[in-house]
Structure formats: C-alpha cells, structure tokens
T-cell receptor, first 113, second 110 residues
C-alpha cells in the first residue's frame, strides 16, 4: 500500500521554464511533508519542507504547495536549470521532527538545455 | 565535519553470507535510520533509533538487525543474505528539517 505516490516517473523540461513535480498521499494523519533531491551515486539531500498548517513555502527558486483537502502537494522550480536534473522524492511524516518518513517512488527530472 | 559516512560503498555477497553495513555520524544527532531503495519503490524504512540503546523496526525489518551502542554509530547487520536484499542502502541521521543521508551502499546478493 503506497501511502505517498508520485505518479510521474519522469519529466522533461526546457531550461528556463517551470518544472512542476506532483505528489499525492492517502494517509490523512501525515502532517509534515518534505522534498528530497537525489543525484546518481549520492544520498538524497533535503530540499524544502512544508507543515500542514501552511499551504505554501518558498525557498529561492523552489516553492512547495500543499492542498490538504486534495491530499496533494507539488514542487515548483522556476527557472529550471541543468543542475536541477535529478530524481526528486517527496516524503511525509506524522509531525515535524518525526523520525519515520514515508517516501514516494520518485520522479526523474531532466532539464533540456 | 564529515556528516554521515557509510562503508562499504559496494558489496557482493553470496546467498547465506552475513555482513555488517557500517554507518557513522559526527553531528551528535540522536535520531538515525536505515532505508533501502529499490526501483519503483522509493525509499523504505528498515530500522531506526531515537538514541543510544534504543532501536525500533520500520516498514521492512525482516532479515536485518541493528544496535546502537553509541550516538555516533548505527550498524546494520544481515545475518543470512538473500537475493531479495539486493538493494541500495542509505543510512541517515536527523537534522531539524529532515534527514541527512549518507552516500549509500550498493549491495548485490547472488
């Protein structure tokens, strides 16, 4: 039972345009959401997070939107750069600081120069 | 400050062999965990620890043992390796926003 789903295994975007990565979850108890970025042969690195009390969090080129009623979150990257090419995982936990994360299956983003 | 260090980076085991994946962190984090990454499955939690002497099971604990005798180290033991344990293993320690991951151990069981 996949509680966190990323339905797009891959996405290609032109450099300079907006990249939108989507994530859906089924467990309404999830309260805190994170995005991780992963390059080949490296561990995932934390990108941005959002608490369920917010509907938007922004950090530079990265913005995460949360729609609790739809159990949906999205990561916007604008403008997209070649270095953004990586696999992106969304993850959820029951509260901030909880040690147990549930990950989605990942979306491979390719930025086309 | 090395962060989270995993050894080895690669390992090939025969079915039935045992081995220990090492993980060490130098950030004095209490929370540490082990995840495995498989194609199409994302990362799944194997075991985690909230401090020295305390461990608990995650989503896929069968076939794995852990211990936490110090804050710094959190080894993962495979007692009798099976082909289903072929995967990439990540150790992580928890920061304020989430986990800091090691670079992974790619394990193949033949």
């Amino acid at each position: 039972d996949q509680q966190v789903k990323q339905n797009s295994p891959s996405l290609s975007v032109q450099e300079g345009r907006i990249s939108i990565l989507n994530c859906d979850y089924t467990n309404s108890m999830f309260d805190y959401f994170l995005w991780y970025k992963k390059y080949p042969a490296e561990g995932p690195t934390f990108l941005i997070s959002i608490s369920s009390i917010k509907d938007k969090n922004e950090d530079g080129r990265f913005t995460v939107f949360l729609n609790k009623s739809a159990k949906h979150l999205s990561l916007h990257i604008v403008p997209s750069q070649p270095g953004d090419s990586a696999v992106y995982f969304c993850a959820a936990s029951y509260n901030f600081g909880n040690e147990k994360l549930t990950f989605g299956t990942g979306t491979r983003l390719t930025i086309i120069p | 400050n090395a962060g989270v260090t995993q050894t080895p980076k690669f390992q090939v085991l025969k079915t039935g062999q045992s081995m220990t994946l090492q993980c060490a962190q130098d950030m004095n984090h209490e929370y540490m965990s082990w995840y495995r990454q498989d194609p199409g499955m994302g990362l799944r939690l194997i075991h985690y620890s909230v401090g020295a002497g305390i461990t608990d099971q995650g989503e896929v604990p069968n076939g794995y043992n852990v211990s936490r005798s110090t804050t710094e180290d959190f080894p993962l033991r495979l007692l009798s390796a099976a082909p289903s344990q072929t995967s990439v293993y990540f150790c992580a320690s928890m920061t304020g926003d989430g986990y800091t991951f090691g670079s992974g151990t790619r394990l193949t069981v033949v």
